[in-house]
């Protein structure tokens, strides 16, 4: 089975700017988590999609955003882009039901905000 | 909101030891999970850990679902220089709850 893919693995951007990330869940998982990853507060939860519905939700502010399609593939948006959004954005799915919650990560998109 | 201690924070072992890591938390959680990330990489599950006391290995990694379900452990045996990494460990109140994520053990291995 393919694993999680997400595209684009590097990105810059500059203060302002508006980004979208994509992640493509391993087959067969609905769920699609969003973590925010620095080296000052580690891993951080942003949000979680579930059959295209947010069903879970962290503490960062609007600009921050997703959703998912149909196929449980997920972007996520970050507009009016800070220069503490640069961080390593994570998603990982997982089958997000049936008792079995383990969550399989991407390689991440590294974002850099000049 | 809900925080995860690990320790240590990062060690320095040599090839062949043995190495172990914690996770204390001051709530439950009802699922353990441990985590490997190398560099540039997104982490890479190790185990999970399902019940309170459970004792879980994958080769040469043990982890231990504590019976107080606030602390998790992981061991290593004879460690190898692609242990290499961060380790971090992960709790969860409930399936349709998000992870909770220590701050991670960086751990060196030296030939």
């Known amino acids: 089975k393919a694993g999680v893919t997400q595209t684009p693995r590097y990105l810059i951007k500059t203060r302002g700017q508006q980004v979208t990330l994509s992640c493509s869940p391993i087959s067969g998982h609905r769920s699609v988590s969003w973590y925010q990853q620095t080296p000052g507060q580690g891993l951080q939860f942003l949000f979680e999609?579930?059959?295209?519905?947010?069903?879970n939700k962290g503490n960062f502010p609007g600009r921050f955003s997703g959703r998912q399609f149909s196929n449980s593939r997920s972007e996520m948006n970050v507009s009016t882009l800070e220069l503490g959004d640069s961080a390593l954005y994570l998603c990982a799915s997982s089958l997000g039901q049936f008792n079995s919650y383990e969550q399989y990560f991407g390689p991440g998109t590294r974002l850099t905000v000049t | 909101g809900q925080q995860l201690n690990q320790s240590p924070q990062s060690m320095f072992i040599q090839e062949g030891e043995d190495v172990s890591m914690n996770c204390t938390s001051s709530s439950i959680f009802n699922t353990w999970l441990w985590y490997k990330q190398d560099p540039g990489e997104g982490p890479v599950l190790l185990i999970a850990l399902y019940k309170a006391g459970e004792l879980t290995s994958n080769g040469r990694l043990t982890a231990q679902f504590g019976i107080t379900r606030k602390d998790s452990f992981l061991n290593i045996s004879a460690s190898i220089p692609s242990d290499v990494g961060i380790y971090f460990c992960?709790?969860?109140?409930?399936?349709?709850?998000?992870?909770?994520f220590g701050k991670g053990t960086r751990l060196s291995v030296i030939a």
């Open positions: 999609y579930f059959s295209e519905t947010q069903r």
């Open positions: 992960a709790g969860q109140n409930s399936g349709n709850t998000p992870l909770v």
